[in-house]
């Protein structure tokens, strides 16, 4: 780790982040304007999906032969219908509550596990921090498509066994980002304090370690949901996450693939909702980063 990229990371890492207040919070809006629309993006598709039920919308499996592919706002389908009939609209919203609860869970996971990895191997070095080092340069060796693909088609198809290989494959990137984090904290004045006053390391880890690096880490997590979204997406396409009739995105594309030339929209419609989510997630995570560390927002500018 270079010299400015190490007081970037002890900057970000040993400041406890104060919310700004008043007009100052919404100054920094103003500065940001495109976290405001990633955020308004994602309550959109949030919103949507947690209304699902309520929502007055067709039933995304029921099939109608007869108005199969038509075009956006023809035949009362508002987004258009695939090729069995089925309303888009309908399998979009739905779908959306898979992909975000999969991504979301996925994203949970690999934080909790590579978080625990990297927190435990930085704090006490030595043995520890090569022994499980090394095992998640293991897990990096493999490229993380590859790897994913692989712990599904082993563990059968199936939006469980989706999530679990999704979480599995990104714990070696939350490891890594802890374990640099707390090697910062851990030559902090403050950990030697709390040595000092007799603290243990237990204690250190969850009141002293880890809220000094919850602010860069909330900030690879934002960004990484967004990535999660498109991987569950992938494997569904492929056939390896939701199986049909289950409303999922990545199983939308793959229905649409065949039919790109005659109706796009079939495509298009799960393809857009995807890039929106994506990016309202990495606007979202860029913001944050900027906020919490104004030093990197300075300099990249």
Same mark, same amino acid.
């Given at each position: 780790?270079?010299?400015?990229?190490?007081?970037r990371a002890q900057a970000t890492t040993t400041a406890p982040f104060a919310p700004p207040a008043g007009r100052a919070r919404w100054g920094w809006v103003r500065r940001h304007p495109l976290v405001a629309v990633g955020l308004v993006l994602i309550a959109?598709?949030?919103?949507?999906?947690?209304?699902?039920?309520? &929502?007055?919308?067709?039933?995304?499996?029921?099939?109608?032969?007869?108005?199969? &592919?038509?075009?956006?706002?023809?035949? /009362?389908?508002?987004?258009?219908?695939?090729?069995?009939?089925?309303?888009?609209?309908?399998?979009?919203?739905?779908?959306? *509550?898979?992909?975000?609860?999969?991504?979301?869970?996925?994203?949970?996971?690999?934080?909790?596990?590579?978080?625990?990895?990297?927190?435990?191997?930085?704090?006490? +070095?030595?043995?520890?921090?090569?022994?499980?080092? *090394?095992?998640?340069?293991? &897990?990096?060796?493999?490229?993380?498509?590859?790897?994913?693909?692989?712990?599904?088609?082993?563990?059968?198809?199936?939006?469980?066994?989706?999530?679990?290989?999704?979480?599995?494959?990104?714990?070696?990137?939350?490891?890594?980002?802890?374990?640099?984090?707390?090697?910062?904290? *851990?030559?902090?004045?403050?950990?030697?304090?709390?040595?000092?006053? /007799?603290?243990?390391?237990?204690?250190?880890?969850?009141?002293?370690?880890?809220?000094?690096?919850?602010?860069?880490?909330?900030?690879?997590?934002?960004?990484?949901?967004?990535?999660?979204?498109?991987?569950?997406? +992938?494997?569904?396409?492929?056939?390896?996450?939701?199986?049909?009739?289950?409303?999922?995105?990545?199983?939308?594309?793959?229905?649409? *693939?065949?039919?790109?030339?005659?109706?796009?929209?079939?495509?298009?419609?799960?393809?857009?909702?995807?890039?929106?989510?994506?990016?309202?997630?990495?606007?979202?995570?860029?913001?944050?980063?900027?906020?919490?560390?104004?030093?990197?927002?300075?300099?990249?500018?």
């Amino acid at each position: 780790m270079s010299d400015s990229a190490l007081a970037r990371a002890q900057a970000t890492t040993t400041a406890p982040f104060a919310p700004p207040a008043g007009r100052a919070r919404w100054g920094w809006v103003r500065r940001h304007p495109l976290v405001a629309v990633g955020l308004v993006l994602i309550a959109l598709v949030i919103a949507a999906a947690l209304l699902a039920p309520v &929502l007055p919308l067709k039933d995304p499996n029921v099939t109608a032969p007869a108005k199969r &592919l038509s075009a956006p706002g023809v035949n /009362g389908f508002l987004l258009g219908s695939d090729q069995l009939g089925r309303d888009l609209l309908s399998r979009l919203v739905w779908g959306a *509550r898979v992909s975000i609860s999969v991504a979301a869970i996925a994203a949970a996971g690999a934080l909790v596990v590579g978080g625990a990895i990297g927190l435990v191997a930085g704090f006490y +070095g030595g043995v520890v921090d090569n022994v499980a080092m *090394r095992a998640i340069d293991m &897990l990096m060796a493999f490229p993380y498509v590859l790897l994913a693909i692989a712990l599904v088609a082993a563990l059968g198809p199936g939006l469980t066994n989706a999530m679990i290989a999704i979480s599995v494959v990104n714990v070696s990137f939350y490891a890594r980002g802890v374990r640099a984090a707390t090697l910062v904290a *851990r030559r902090m004045t403050y950990i030697e304090a709390a040595r000092a006053a /007799g603290a243990s390391d237990v204690r250190i880890l969850l009141r002293e370690v880890v809220p000094n690096i919850l602010p860069p880490l909330l900030v690879f997590a934002s960004l990484n949901v967004g990535w999660m979204v498109v991987e569950t997406a +992938g494997l569904s396409f492929i056939g390896l996450g939701a199986q049909p009739p289950t409303a999922d995105w990545g199983t939308m594309l793959a229905d649409g *693939r065949q039919f790109m030339m005659v109706s796009p929209h079939v495509a298009a419609v799960p393809g857009v909702a995807i890039l929106v989510l994506v990016l309202g997630f990495n606007l979202v995570g860029d913001g944050v980063r900027d906020m919490l560390d104004p030093a990197f927002s300075r300099a990249v500018r």
